[in-house]
């Protein structure tokens, strides 16, 4: 045996026996040269499972903010109010604007709530005892003193009444954009025509905070839209009142502030709403129209539904008839042209459902009638000029396209009175059935606006709706 082999074992024999007589006990482990060393009697740990390394972190990002969205809703949708504004004055000594709306809160009553806007305390006493020596009921007329009003053209010089979301929840908001009377600003020695602060002061009354303003000028019967960010306008208009703009930074206006998503453009309007100081655009040298404005479109075309528009046309008989006729067949058949090429925001073809133009109105004006004095005080563009106290022909602003909705319940301009052609009836009642056609549960009422129309609008202009 080797000498080492044998001396390492006698020692283990030796601490092994000293073990068992309980002595401190020992571990010896016995190294052979040439052979692996013996195990350890304790196990050695598990290895640790290799761990990834842990992913960067991104520093926390501040939520982003909402964006609020805005829509203009089309007139058929539900209305919470109808705005008008009391009328002080006629256009005609012979033509009452009192009766007219005498008619409308009338024809309201049980339908839709009205809001009133006068001037003074003393207007609302006024108005609630005129209605009650008419016995027109007025649980649902809220008069509003707001001292800003000048006159009855709401439409224009009111608030246009906007739909505003945000993160999920609709609230209401308004425009307010820029105003020069029509376009008459530098045109006459009577300035200014109407207010350009009613539309913040009737924002301001309800509350509404979010009121999207521009300096743009724009005026509500100015614009018709379907309710889904699609509108008509006429360059006439819009070029006329922002000379400094392109069509493109109008429409941008348009769609940042009113929420538009496509517009239409049509080139002109009837000519019996061109504005009185264009002698050169094709009216006859001796009629003047009414203080118009220029090519609105509620004078012509309506959307009904979100592609389907009602259009005036002008008959070849008419138009033979009449210079004014023809003019307005000529503008009336290329702004056809135009939609029937164009569609909707969606890509939808628009339908044309073709209505009667409402039958031209001559009137008589002579001093004392407040239109003839403002027509007397303009100038014209041909640079002529009216005779002192001279009377002049005017062509009235009639249309039906100018009715109002006013949720279950339609305004219709009519025009026929007792001594009138049957030709003015049988329009009246083919525009009526025209309506019923579109909104056949809606009630259709006829109002002679001809009080309005000698003062260059209509029913719908002298209106605004208020939707939920």
Known sequence: MNALLSLNVSAWLSLVLLGGTGQAHVNVNVTVPGSPPPPSLEQPPEPEEPTAPEEPTEPPTEPEES?????????????????????????????????VYLEIVAATAGH???DVVVATEDEVDYVEDLLDTESIPRT??????????MDVWLRDTGPMFLQRTLDGVTSAATSDFGFNSWGYEGYTSIYPWDSDVLDNDIATTLGVTDIRSSPMISEGGAIESNGKGTMFITEAVALQRNPGMTKAQIEAVYEERLGMKKIIWLAEGVPEDDL??????????????TLTVGGHTDEFVRFIDEDTVLLAEVTPDEAEDDPIA???????????????????????????????????????????????????????????????????????????????????????????????????LDK?????????????????????????????????CVTQQQPY
């Open 140 to 149: 649902h007329v809220r008069l509003r003193v707001i001292p800003s009003v």
């Open 428 to 460: 009246d009642d083919e525009m009526e059935a025209a309506l019923e056609a579109a909104f056949p549960t809606r009630t259709v009422v006829r109002i002679n606006p001809e009080a309005l129309n000698a003062g260059g609008g209509g029913l719908h």
């Open 276 to 289: 009185t100081f264009w002698r050169s655009n094709g009216l006859p040298s001796d009629v003047y129209t």
């Open 112 to 114: 839709i709530e009205l």
């Open 67 to 99: 964006t609020a969205t805005y829509r203009f809703p089309a007139e058929w949708e539900p209305q919470k109010s109808l705005w008008i504004a009391w009328p002080t004055y006629d256009s005609t000594q012979d033509l009452s604007r009192e009766e």
């Open 326 to 424: 023809a003019e307005a067949r000529s503008r009336l058949e290329a702004v056809r042209a135009v939609i029937d090429a164009a569609t909707t925001y969606e890509g939808h073809d628009i339908d044309i459902i073709r209505v009667p133009a409402a039958t031209l109105l001559y009137k008589t004006m002579g001093p004392g009638d407040s239109t003839y004095d403002y027509i007397t005080s303009l100038a014209f563009d041909d640079s002529s000029t009216i005779a002192t106290d001279a009377s002049i022909t005017t062509v009235l602003a009639t249309s039906y396209m100018n009715y109002v909705i006013a949720n279950d319940v339609i305004l219709m301009p009519a025009y026929w009175k007792t001594g009138r052609p049957t030709s003015i």
